[in-house]
């Protein structure tokens, strides 16, 4: 059952894992409606990431999944070029998902909100996905070949 009407979150998702998973199906749970911040190329390199795929891409890859998995739900992407993009600026949004990775992000929207006389968002912190050595999953580790999308360990090439 939906606790809110109007959510956001977001991320690069340059490499769909079950962390991404997770936070989605959060999202999803407990409202009707997404609003899915999605890096740009951008801000990813500001932010001095090394992604693989280009903003197109993402996009692409990332509404598939979401219609493959959670087909049915009313989701919106926007394209990041800040910390929070216009949606959470808004009225509307009740909540933010995060993971507890960036769940400071938090308190910062909050702050933002409170200087644009609106109310703040519930923060829903959603755990970080562990692998299979009870390491974070992340879309480093896998690019490094130490696990794959679901945190099962790679073997080692010697």
Do not use: W
């Amino acid at each position: 059952m939906a606790n809110f009407e109007l959510v956001a979150t977001g991320g690069t998702f340059d490499i769909i894992h079950q962390g991404h998973k997770t936070l989605l199906a959060k999202s999803f749970e407990i409202s009707k409606d997404v609003i899915i911040g999605l890096t740009s190329d951008e801000l990813s390199e500001q932010r001095g990431k090394n992604i693989l795929n280009c903003y197109q891409k993402r996009y692409d890859i990332l509404t598939e999944m979401i219609h493959e998995h959670f087909g049915g739900h009313s989701f919106q992407i926007n394209k990041l070029e800040d910390d929070f993009g216009p949606a959470v600026l808004e009225e509307g949004v009740q909540a933010l998902v995060v993971s507890s990775e960036t769940q400071k992000q938090g308190d910062v929207l909050n702050e933002m909100r409170a200087r644009r006389g609106l109310s703040p968002v519930d923060i829903v912190v959603v755990p970080m996905v562990l692998a299979q050595d009870g390491r974070r999953i992340s879309t480093t580790r896998i690019r490094n070949s130490e696990v794959d999308v679901n945190g099962s360990l790679l073997p080692i090439d010697k």
